[in-house]
């Protein structure tokens, strides 16, 4: 499980002496301070290409689940002024999403770590008239360049597994909240329904990388992504580590079988 990292190194810097964790990328395990480059390479080369990759990929069920996530965090239909952070938001779907869900008063941030990413978000926003209402930030999730408090919501969609530190990431999240802020995660989960499970691990193993490279020529990236999914911690563990980051009234609700699942928790 990604969130219990082992001291498996250190490094000497002047006088100062770090442990270096371990964790994993995909199912191979790599220094904690490795894997974000090697998560960016894969995003920068699948960037121009991710959205029509996540529809194929997902047989267009990604859209329902996000749906389902911006009907969980419920824009106001009044004049609120609502501001949305979406970490890790990439090419800014649910940021679209939440927008066009809520009043004239609503605004997104998208937070990603991932220039490319952002690049064809932005070219999206202006497409879409979406321009003045959504943001594009280049930050990690793990020091997010935002004051305390000043965030209504913030989600993370399919994001989370792809940071190394998830705790700071959660935590990170909760600061910006405001009081009685929600915090959402949607993520791939853990398969529920005999018989769907054998099938799942079919089609993400031997045709996913092969439709990866099919649609970006970059099988070994969605290699990556269909690991990455086996190793994220099962539901119960993952809500464990959104109370550890001091999240309030945590919860989860499986979807699709649980391939998927909407995690919740609250600032108080
Ligand atoms: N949320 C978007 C969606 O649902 O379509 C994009 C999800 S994509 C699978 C994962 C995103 O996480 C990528 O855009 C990647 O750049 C971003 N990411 C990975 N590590 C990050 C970090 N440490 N901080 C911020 N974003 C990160």
């Given at each position: 499980m990604a969130a219990s990292n082992t001291v498996e190194d250190v490094t000497v810097?002047?006088?100062?002496?770090?442990?270096?964790?371990?964790?994993?990328?995909?199912?191979?395990?790599?220094?904690?301070?490795?894997?974000?480059?090697?998560?960016?390479?894969?995003?920068?080369?699948?960037?121009?290409?991710?959205d029509v990759m996540n529809d194929l990929m997902s047989m267009g069920l990604h859209r329902a689940w996000k749906d389902l996530l911006v009907s969980k965090l419920r824009p106001p239909k009044n004049d609120r002024p609502f501001a949305l952070l979406d970490v890790a938001g990439g090419?800014?779907?649910?940021?679209?999403?939440?927008?066009?869900a809520g009043s004239a008063n609503t605004r997104a941030t998208v937070a990603d770590i991932n220039g490319g990413m952002l690049?064809?978000?932005?070219?999206?926003?202006?497409?879409?008239g979406m321009a003045d209402k959504v943001e594009f930030v280049e930050a990690n999730a793990e020091e997010l360049p935002?004051?305390?408090?000043?965030?209504?919501?913030?989600?993370?969609?399919f994001g989370i597994?792809?940071?190394p530190r998830m705790d700071k990431a959660l935590s990170e999240m909760?600061?910006?909240?405001?009081?009685?802020?929600?915090?959402?995660?949607?993520?791939f989960s853990h398969v529920d329904v005999p018989g769907l499970d054998a099938i799942y691990n079919t089609y993400s193993f031997k045709l996913i990388p092969g439709m990866g490279k099919m649609v970006t020529g970059d099988a070994e990236s969605y290699q990556y992504l269909v690991e990455s999914i086996r190793r994220f911690p099962p539901p119960e563990a993952?809500?464990?580590?959104?109370?550890?980051?001091?999240?309030?009234?945590?919860?989860?609700?499986?979807?699709?079988g649980g391939i998927v699942a909407l995690h919740s928790g609250v600032r108080i």
């Amino acid at each position: 499980m990604a969130a219990s990292n082992t001291v498996e190194d250190v490094t000497v810097e002047g006088d100062a002496i770090t442990a270096v964790a371990d964790t994993h990328f995909g199912f191979r395990t790599v220094p904690i301070n490795e894997k974000q480059r090697m998560v960016d390479e894969v995003f920068h080369s699948v960037a121009k290409r991710y959205d029509v990759m996540n529809d194929l990929m997902s047989m267009g069920l990604h859209r329902a689940w996000k749906d389902l996530l911006v009907s969980k965090l419920r824009p106001p239909k009044n004049d609120r002024p609502f501001a949305l952070l979406d970490v890790a938001g990439g090419t800014g779907d649910v940021s679209f999403r939440t927008v066009e869900a809520g009043s004239a008063n609503t605004r997104a941030t998208v937070a990603d770590i991932n220039g490319g990413m952002l690049a064809v978000g932005r070219e999206r926003a202006v497409a879409k008239g979406m321009a003045d209402k959504v943001e594009f930030v280049e930050a990690n999730a793990e020091e997010l360049p935002f004051p305390d408090r000043s965030f209504d919501a913030a989600t993370i969609a399919f994001g989370i597994r792809n940071v190394p530190r998830m705790d700071k990431a959660l935590s990170e999240m909760r600061r910006v909240l405001k009081p009685g802020g929600r915090c959402l995660v949607l993520e791939f989960s853990h398969v529920d329904v005999p018989g769907l499970d054998a099938i799942y691990n079919t089609y993400s193993f031997k045709l996913i990388p092969g439709m990866g490279k099919m649609v970006t020529g970059d099988a070994e990236s969605y290699q990556y992504l269909v690991e990455s999914i086996r190793r994220f911690p099962p539901p119960e563990a993952f809500a464990d580590l959104m109370r550890g980051a001091g999240l309030k009234r945590v919860s989860w609700t499986p979807l699709s079988g649980g391939i998927v699942a909407l995690h919740s928790g609250v600032r108080i």
